[in-house]
Each structure stands twice: as structure tokens, then as C-alpha cells.
């Protein structure tokens, strides 16, 4: 069984729109993020989520937003794409606090912005 | 601020050989926690290896190490007898510990490629 799942794992649509990522993860952790990696390769946080308190990276656009309907799902949805949206974005979940702090990732998303 | 510096963005090694990937760090937390993930080409990412900051001995896991200097602030990875698969993107990566993954920071990657 996967342990942080993603789907879709391509997405391709067109500025303007609006789409949502989901991922789930049966590990039983209590906290999810979301990370975008650029074409460059960089990573960065954009959000986490533990239980029912939201940390939000400021530098993120607030046409993004996270949505946990349970500690085991946390989706993304973004509105009105930009071309500079596309990117690979990954869900990822970890232990709780003070075990290393370890994160296992999803398979990543490959959202392209046409 | 936390900082990552992976100064390599690219390595070569033979297959069968030694290659150490270079990582060093600043931080002005006292305890933290030290990290490697690999990124294959199929584009997941892979959590290799775990160093605590007050962990006396550096970390093994098979053929990872992490060559841990703490005086130095570096935290280089060394994968022995590479093979073809090993061939990847490799991200060191930073976290505070007891502040949850929020505060997690990542290198800009070093990219190794195996010869055979």
C-alpha cells in the first residue's frame, strides 16, 4: 500500500482555471504538507497541516489554498492558474514532533499551465 | 536564518566507487536534524538517511553514510560501491528538531550521474 498517495499524477490545463490536487496518506501522522519544486529543482514549503491548525508560508499566492477534510487528506486547490504555477507539487506527511521530523513524500504532481 | 548549501550541482562517479555529495549548513538552532532524500528520475522523492545534532555517532544506512562535522556545519553524504541506480537528484535538507516539519529547508540538489 502507498503510504502518501497524489493524484492526478500529471495535470495539464489552461490559465484561468481552476484545479485541485489530492493526497492522502494512511501512515497515521497527524501532520501534511504541500511542497512545490520548481524547474530548477528547488523545494519549498507552501503549506503544513497539523490536525486542525493551518501554517501557511506567506510568500505562497492566496490563490492557493489547502483543504483537510481529515487528518489523512489534505488537497490543494489553486484558482485562476498562472503560466509561473506550473510546477512539480508534492504532498508530504510526517511523525510528530521531536522523532527526526522525517517526511515521506507522495509521487508528486506535474502541473503544467498552458 | 537556516540556510542549505549543496555547492555541487553536479557529480560524476565511476560505478563500483566512493562519492561523497557536499552539504554544509548554518543554523542558529541548538538541536536539529540533518537529512538526505533522493530524487530518481522518475521523480519521487526518497528519505536516505537521518542525523540528529547531538547524535555522537554519524548515521548509517547500507551503502549512506553522513559524514557529520558538526564544528564544520557540514553534513556530506557518502554512498560506497555506487551503483547505476543510484544515478539521481540528492537534496540535504534541514529541520529544527521538536518544531514539526513546517521549518524543514532544503539544498538546491546535487545531481550524480554512475558511469559504467
Known amino acids: 500500500d502507498t503510504a502518501v498517495s497524489q493524484t492526478p499524477k500529471y495535470l495539464v490545463t489552461q490559465m484561468g482555471n481552476d484545479k485541485s490536487i489530492k493526497c492522502e496518506q494512511n501512515?497515521?501522522?497527524?501532520?501534511m504538507y504541500w511542497y512545490k519544486q520548481d524547474s530548477k529543482k528547488f523545494l519549498k514549503i507552501m503549506f503544513s497541516?497539523?490536525?486542525?491548525?493551518?501554517?501557511i508560508n506567506e510568500t505562497v499566492p492566496n490563490r492557493f489554498s489547502p483543504k483537510s477534510p481529515d487528518k489523512a487528506h489534505l488537497n490543494l486547490h489553486i484558482n485562476s492558474l498562472e503560466l509561473g504555477d506550473s510546477a512539480v507539487y508534492f504532498c508530504?506527511?510526517?511523525?510528530?514532533?521531536?522523532?527526526?521530523?522525517?517526511?515521506?513524500f507522495g509521487s508528486g504532481t506535474q502541473l503544467s499551465v498552458l | 536564518a537556516q540556510k542549505i548549501t549543496q555547492t555541487q550541482p553536479g557529480m560524476f562517479v565511476q560505478e563500483k566507487e566512493a562519492v561523497t555529495l557536499d552539504c554544509t549548513y548554518d543554523?542558529?538552532?541548538?538541536?536539529?536534524?540533518l537529512f538526505w532524500y533522493k530524487q530518481p528520475s522518475s521523480g519521487e522523492m526518497i528519505f536516505l538517511i537521518y542525523?540528529?545534532?547531538?547524535?555522537?555517532q554519524n548515521a548509517t544506512e547500507g551503502r549512506y553514510s553522513l559524514n557529520f562535522q558538526k564544528a564544520r556545519k557540514s553534513a556530506n553524504l557518502v554512498i560506497s560501491a555506487s551503483q547505476l541506480g543510484d544515478s539521481a537528484m540528492y537534496f540535504c535538507?534541514?529541520?529544527?528538531?521538536?518544531?514539526?516539519?513546517?521549518?524543514?529547508?532544503f539544498g538546491a540538489g546535487t545531481r550524480l550521474f554512475v558511469k559504467a
Open positions: 497541516y497539523n490536525n486542525k491548525e493551518l501554517i
Open positions: 535538507a534541514m529541520s529544527p528538531q521538536n518544531t514539526g516539519g513546517f521549518k524543514t529547508i
Open positions: 542525523q540528529g545534532s547531538y547524535d555522537q
Open positions: 501512515l497515521g501522522h497527524d501532520t
Open positions: 543554523t542558529s538552532d541548538p538541536s536539529y536534524g
Open positions: 508530504a506527511s510526517s511523525p510528530p514532533s521531536g522523532v527526526g521530523e522525517k517526511l515521506f
